[in-house]
């Protein structure tokens, strides 16, 4: 019993840093048909600049060291997907596979720029005190940073739902993932919500970035690439465009994973996911009918 | 015209490595010693694995995420069959052939049940599939992350050994020219004529009476079994098999390649591909030069990452050349 | 009686998709005021010829509206200058509600005339709360008409076959909202239902072939067999 809560928390704190990196994935998918692969740069680069800001306020508690981090990681992630929607993205309008091919070059060399100008080594985070230890929840020892991860998914994803169904952009975005045309022919400039969209996604990616960094404990430069790959497995299984359907996709994910991973034999569970993707993908008709609440 | 300058060009890389001068700068050592040839070689050798993907890609317009894993076949299964199980290397060769053809038929035919995107992302999911298998280490087959040395005593002894290098390089030089063949061969046949009509609209073939998923299959399977034999060259120039040929990474790489050279095009895949493995390599020895170490770390940084310089490259490529290298080439040259 | 004013001038449209070209020069004026037809056989390009005044598909040529250059334009600013659109397809959208697809159309800075838009199709009101894709064929129609008509400052409605699949009380419906539309907008009607566009409509333009074969007057064209069987291909009875 203790192990299943174990490995039922740890899988929903996988989880939530698969929501993290899959909502913004699914409304800049569901709104302009844009793979962004170099949502994962987004994600590293997030969590070195977060890193880099806690260590220059050295002097200061591990509690503002650690918010320092996160703040700046979020508005890294936001402002490196703005520059690159901006410069990159808006000028392939046309050409689809171009955009995802610019996505994929912008990625490759973040991420060797990063790991050139840091190393690979796993840098470590600097936590804050009461989140080293471990909380008792039914008999298990679960580590609390799991638990401060999962309560700031489910911030985020609240923010999101009210974003999408209470704002006049979140209406348009809505509509948009629907039928961009349409909503051009209504009078409204598409285009402004491309930028808010993805300046969204890499926020929410910066946030995933720090917030992975304070799971495992290090940050590196190559968890960006591998947690996006698993991102986009539940962006698919989740629907194309759709905010909770990427949040149970990420919670059928993580668990399932962490489940496999233990019972089975480690990459088992990483394995299985796989093969959900595919059976999913059989299922279902070929279509993803884009709704984004 | 062109046709003998290719042929001229095919006399000068097979009588290589009897040269006995060198191009610094270029080149380090002697044109006909090992180092060299062996990077020529390798380069060669994904000059051909990208005319492969141009194939899937470029031609019949697939956007596979996946084809890495094709060619992680070929290296992997003759090495663990090789240095594990012991085979002679034609028994190794044939189960290779067998898995290349019969894993992208079984995996295509899922794959290809979706179009674009989700078909992109499923390739991707199964390569990355095979990527933790590999790195898993079933059974002690495939070394984990450290690979698997191509060793054993069932090796020729022609193809082992720095002083055979010029064999292998010529085994890479000669899988080139039959893979542009075949490739050649394939796109100009009838039903590589489908595959592009395919590529330009899908619709309209099935409304012929053509079946698009049989077509697609096929090329899938195709250009699979030709990246497994590229593989298998590679596996021979490297003298061994590691896991960063499963990744994703890789993949993309292989992207790059095409589209640095020109998609859609024969010789811009391979030139593409030729010259993607030459500056990875280069740029590797280039920066570790004492000139570029000395430069303070904003510049140094950034010129010591190939895999940067390339990305930034690939970035303006499709900016501002989306022909390639390829297309820029064709512009000047005469046909 | 002086001579109406052109709201809406087309000159030589062209589009091509893949590899047909579809308009082949087409070149009309819309008056202000009133309903003008744009009819013609199917597949002759009508839905095209509307898609390229909005910009909604690459076309040469030009459009200018109230002697205003409309072709550089992209889309969403053609619209702003007052030209709504009512496609064939009526792309609700069936995931918002009823009130979020009109409150999506509301345009800033003009007047929002839900007045006019519940007096005509109470229903609307009533399902105010509804997902748009759960309604009927009519009820969405009158979902994309209402959101034509939201900005009481547009100058030209673009409608395309409202009365598509429809049942004929339904039509009904919709052509006295089409009648009272009219009144406060100048409306370019494509419509496939003669007899609906014979009791709409004054002037018409005829396409054939992607090129116009025919303007005037509607009651001209329908009046004479020989004329309406050459532009229209068929034979019309001239009672409806």
């Known amino acids: ?293 | 015209m062109r046709a003998a300058v290719l042929i001229g060009a095919l006399i000068v890389f097979a009588a290589l490595p009897f040269a006995g001068f060198s191009i610094p700068g270029l080149f380090e050592g002697t044109l006909g010693g090992p180092g060299t040839l062996n990077l020529l070689g390798l380069c060669f050798v994904f000059g051909a694995l990208a005319l492969t993907y141009d194939l899937v890609f470029g031609y019949v317009g697939l956007l596979s995420f996946g084809h890495a894993l094709y060619f992680a076949t070929g290296v992997y299964v003759t090495a663990i069959a090789v240095t594990r199980w012991h085979w002679s290397l034609p028994a190794a060769l044939l189960l290779t052939a067998v898995v290349s053809v019969v894993l992208p038929l079984v995996l295509g035919a899922v794959c290809l049940r979706m179009r674009d995107i989700p078909f992109a992302m499923v390739t991707l999911a199964f390569a990355q599939a095979g990527s933790i298998l590999v790195a898993q280490n079933p059974f002690g087959l495939t070394g984990g992350e450290e690979g698997l040395a191509l060793g054993g005593d069932t090796l020729p002894a022609f193809l082992v050994g720095v002083a055979n290098t010029r064999n292998l390089y010529w085994i890479a030089l000669v899988l080139l020219i039959a893979i542009y063949v075949v490739a050649w061969r394939a796109v100009n046949s009838p039903p590589g004529r489908v595959w592009q009509a395919i590529r330009e609209n899908e619709r309209r073939v099935a409304v012929i009476g053509l079946n698009p998923y049989l077509y697609k299959l096929g090329a899938f399977v195709l250009s699979a079994f030709l990246a497994s034999a590229c593989g298998v060259a590679y596996l021979l120039l490297q003298g061994g098999a590691n896991p960063q040929v499963t990744t994703a990474d890789f993949t993309l790489a292989l992207l790059v390649m095409v589209v640095l050279g020109g998609v859609g095009t024969l010789w811009g895949a391979v030139l593409g591909g030729v010259v993607y493995e030459y500056l990875d390599f280069r740029l590797v020895a280039l920066s570790n030069t004492s000139a570029v170490q000395a430069l303070p770390g904003i510049l140094r940084v950034p010129l010591s990452e190939p895999l940067f310089l390339l990305g930034v490259l690939f970035i303006l490529l499709v900016l501002f050349v989306p022909g390639g290298l390829g297309g820029a080439l064709r512009r000047r040259l005469p046909a | 009686m002086s001579a109406p004013a052109t709201l809406l001038a087309v000159r030589d449209l062209n589009v091509y998709l893949a590899e047909s070209h579809i308009l082949q020069g087409v070149s009309f004026d819309v008056v202000a005021g009133g309903i003008t037809g744009l009819l013609g056989r199917n597949g002759v390009g009508k839905t095209t010829t509307l898609r390229g005044i909005l910009g909604l598909v690459p076309r040469t040529g030009s459009v200018t509206l109230e002697g205003a250059e409309t072709t550089k334009l992209p889309t969403h600013e053609i619209v702003r200058r007052g030209v709504a659109y009512v496609p064939e397809d009526r792309d609700v959208f069936a995931g918002l509600t009823v009130e979020e697809n009109l409150r999506l159309a509301e345009r800033a800075g003009a007047p929002h005339r839900y007045d006019l838009v519940y007096e005509l199709f109470p229903e609307l009101q009533q399902r105010a709360a509804q997902k748009a894709g759960t309604l009927s064929g009519g009820q969405q129609q009158m979902v994309a008409l209402a959101r034509a008509l939201l900005n009481g400052d547009n100058r030209i409605l673009l409608i395309d076959e409202p009365t598509k699949g429809l049942a004929p009380l339904v039509v009904r419906h919709v052509v006295d909202a089409l009648r009272r539309a009219a009144e406060i907008a100048t409306i370019l009607l494509v419509e496939q239902n003669l007899s609906v566009a014979h009791s709409l409509v004054r002037n018409v333009i005829v396409l054939d072939q992607g090129r116009v074969s025919f303007t005037g007057e509607v009651d001209h064209l329908m009046g004479d067999p020989a004329l309406a069987r050459r532009h229209l291909g068929l034979a019309t009875a001239g009672s409806h």
Not at chain 1, 25 to 50: D, K
Not at chain 1, 71 to 91: D, K, N, S
Not at chain 1, 103 to 126: C, H, M, N
């Open chain 1, 1 to 293: 019993m203790t192990t299943i809560a174990l490995l039922l928390i740890t899988g929903l704190g996988l989880g939530a840093l698969y929501f993290l990196i899959a909502a913004g994935l699914s409304l800049i998918w569901g709104l302009m048909r844009v793979l962004n692969f170099a949502h994962g740069a987004f994600f590293t680069v997030a969590a070195y600049a977060g890193w880099s800001a806690s260590g220059l306020a050295g002097g200061a508690s591990p509690e503002v060291q650690w918010l320092l981090a996160l703040a700046v990681a979020v508005l890294a992630g936001g402002a490196f997907a703005t520059l690159t929607e901006v410069l990159l993205i808006r000028p392939l309008y046309t050409r689809h596979v171009g955009q995802v091919l610019v996505t994929v070059g912008l990625a490759l060399a973040t991420i060797s720029l990063v790991q050139g100008g840091f190393g690979s080594d796993p840098k470590r985070l600097a936590l804050p005190a009461w989140m080293t230890g471990t909380i008792a929840i039914a008999g298990a020892n679960i580590p609390t940073t799991r638990l401060v991860v999962i309560a700031f998914a489910l911030a985020v994803f609240a923010l999101l739902i009210f974003f999408l169904r209470r704002t006049r952009f979140g209406l348009i975005v809505r509509a948009g993932v629907e039928n961009r045309a349409m909503v051009q022919a209504l009078g409204i400039d598409v285009q402004r919500a491309f930028t808010l969209v993805f300046a969204i996604g890499g926020a929410a990616a910066g946030l995933a970035g720090m917030l992975a960094g304070t799971y495992y404990g290090t940050i590196d430069p190559g968890r960006g690439t591998s947690m996006l790959i698993f991102a986009f497995i539940v962006v698919i299984i989740g629907g194309l465009g759709s905010v909770t359907g990427s949040a149970v996709a990420a919670i059928v994910v993580g668990v399932l994973q962490q489940f496999l991973n233990f019972y089975g034999a480690a990459g088992v569970g990483d394995f299985s996911v796989v093969l959900l993707l595919a059976v999913v993908l059989l299922v279902r008709p070929g279509g993803f009918s884009g709704s984004s609440t």
